[in-house]
């Protein structure tokens, strides 16, 4: 296991058209989240999972965004109808919570999204 | 969680220690001082995280004060790589916590 894998590294979409993201935490980790972050800014929560229930949603994550993670492995981010506003890394963490209590998060390399 | 407060910026000499300074005043007995780093397009690094005692790994130590209200990251030998964005985090690890970045403090190590 080497650790979060985030696909596609980069991605460049028209205004409008639909995207999805997938994210691979490591193997043995139950959560799973996914964060934001703009040129300047710390990353921003957007939601999480654990195993396969989605625990909580931030505020930023409008009706366009959808995250699922279908079998409590990998998830997916889709965002619908893109906006240039949406242009972003998108980073997903994962991290191990046993007994009430959640351990470090590993981060993957993001995926950084361009609308245009 | 509480919140914590870090300088913008801050630099060092390459081969010199970095002390990286973090206030969390309003830190709760339950919750733990992170810190992680993001190198530039990658994503954060975890480094080191204490409740109250000082810590030491093969990245970093970190040094909490006894009152628990302010804390400094030390690279002791820093390199080029380090140079990056440092970001102090206070967190529970209760079951519903989740990480709550701010800015972070910009490190530059120069030659």
């Known amino acids: 296991d080497t650790g979060v894998s985030q696909d596609p590294r980069h991605k460049i979409t028209k205004r409008g058209q639909n995207v999805t993201f997938r994210c691979d935490p490591i193997s043995e980790h139950n959560r799973l989240y996914w964060y934001r972050q703009t040129l300047g800014q710390g990353p921003e929560f957007l939601t999480y999972?654990?195993?396969?229930?989605?625990?909580?949603k931030s505020r930023l994550l409008s009706d366009r965004f959808s995250a699922e993670r279908p079998k409590g492995s990998f998830s997916t981010l889709e965002i619908q109808r893109t906006e240039q506003g949406d242009s972003a890394m998108y980073l997903c963490a994962s991290s191990a919570s046993t007994g009430g209590r959640n351990y470090g998060y590993t981060f993957g390399s993001g995926t950084r999204l361009t609308v245009v | 969680d509480a919140k914590t407060t870090q300088p913008p910026s801050m630099d060092c000499a390459e081969g010199r220690a970095a002390n990286l300074p973090c206030n969390h005043s309003?830190?709760?007995?339950?919750?733990?001082v992170y810190w992680y780093r993001q190198i530039h397009s990658q994503g954060p690094q975890y480094i080191i995280h204490g409740l109250k005692n000082n810590e030491t790994n093969e990245m970093a130590s970190l040094i909490i004060t006894e009152d628990r209200k302010s804390s400094t990251l030390i690279l002791p030998h820093a390199t080029l790589r380090d140079t990056a964005v440092y970001y102090c985090i206070v967190s529970s690890l209760g079951a519903n916590s989740k990480l709550t970045f701010g800015k972070g403090i910009t490190l530059s190590v120069r030659p």
């Open positions: 999972f654990q195993n396969e229930a989605q625990l909580e």
């Open positions: 309003t830190i709760s007995g339950n919750e733990y």
